[in-house]
């Protein structure tokens, strides 16, 4: 699996912890594309690089970070055929996949501890959608961008 990650300069360091637990899956590569240091930049930069990724079909997914994970998130949901979950929880994380079939994945530097956002991602990476009724509504929630 390919996965792109960015994030602005509040969430640096939880990008890099994320990173280190994608590590633990052999068959992740990631890209990462920045920021990579504390100098201000714009999110919704970030959110455009991850996402062009993953609508090009260059990641099958994507994570992106901010502050709080809420500009990112909008952001990315502007984007054409992304569903962008921002996830504080578990339990979300595993429902964006299963029902929602999120295809990025958007969570908050400063809100969200490094081992909370630790299983979140665990959780997001193995969960896999599981279509039937789900799949009928994604259908008219990507609809919805026509």
């Known amino acids: 699996m390919k996965i792109t990650i960015g994030s602005d300069h509040g969430a640096v360091e939880l990008k890099e912890e994320v990173k280190m637990v994608l590590k633990e899956f052999a068959d992740i590569e990631v890209k990462d594309v920045g920021t990579f ?32 994970g809420i500009g990112i998130s909008i952001a990315a949901n502007k984007i054409h055929g992304i569903r962008c979950a921002l996830c504080s929880d578990v339990y979300s994380a595993r429902m964006s996949r299963e029902h929602n079939d999120a295809n990025v994945l958007a969570m908050g530097g400063r809100v969200t501890g490094f081992g909370p956002a630790g299983e979140i991602v665990r959780v997001w990476i193995k969960t896999e959608h599981v279509g039937g009724r789900h799949a009928r509504r994604v259908a008219k929630i990507m609809a919805l961008e026509k």
């Open 37 to 68: 240091g504390t100098d201000s930049v714009d999110y919704p930069d970030i959110a455009e690089k991850v996402c062009a990724d993953v609508t090009s079909g260059k990641a099958d997914r994507g994570i992106v970070l901010c502050g709080t």
